[in-house]
């Protein structure tokens, strides 16, 4: 059994065929998904060596979208800025009320994105610390 992990690499076979993993193009299934896998590889003492930390995600979501102080997870962050929400007036309790399938497949999409948008920031912000 392998002692570490990047949980990158399990993104990168998501995106691969999303439905086959979770069922369907649905972000609130695939971080159910991640979090169970995250908790599976703690339990067994395998290390996440994911760079950057997938941890920083929620915020980075959140401050490239000026969310203010939201708490709702990245998955509705990126499922409601998909919807074409504005961050700052988004109403939690029903927000979400009527959403497409078209529209889950397009967070799905937007949520890869963001991912490689989120791991080159991040990856090119500590090459900047390093070299200081």
Same mark, same amino acid.
């Given at each position: 059994m392998n002692e570490s992990y990047s949980i990158y690499d399990l993104l990168e076979q998501i995106q691969k065929r999303p439905a086959m993993y979770v069922g369907?193009?649905?972000?609130d299934r695939i971080f159910l998904y991640l979090a169970g896998y995250q908790h599976a590889m703690i339990d067994q003492? #395998?290390?996440?060596?994911s760079t950057p930390d997938f941890?920083?995600?929620? &915020?980075? #979501?959140?401050?490239?979208?000026?969310f +203010?102080?939201?708490s709702?997870?990245? +998955?509705?962050?990126?499922?409601?800025?998909?919807?074409?929400?504005n961050p700052r007036e988004v109403t939690w309790g029903n927000y979400n009320q009527g959403v497409t +399938? &078209?529209?889950?497949?397009e967070s799905v999409l937007e949520?890869?994105?963001?991912?490689? &948008?989120?791991?080159?920031? &991040?990856?090119?912000?500590?090459k900047g610390t390093e070299t200081q």
């Open positions: 369907s193009y649905d972000l003492g #395998v290390r996440d060596e941890a920083g995600f929620h &915020e980075f #979501v959140r401050d490239k979208f000026q +203010p102080g939201s709702m997870g990245w +998955p509705n962050l990126i499922l409601a800025i998909t919807m074409g929400l +399938p &078209e529209l889950h497949k949520f890869f994105r963001l991912i490689d &948008e989120y791991r080159c920031t &991040e990856v090119n912000k500590s």
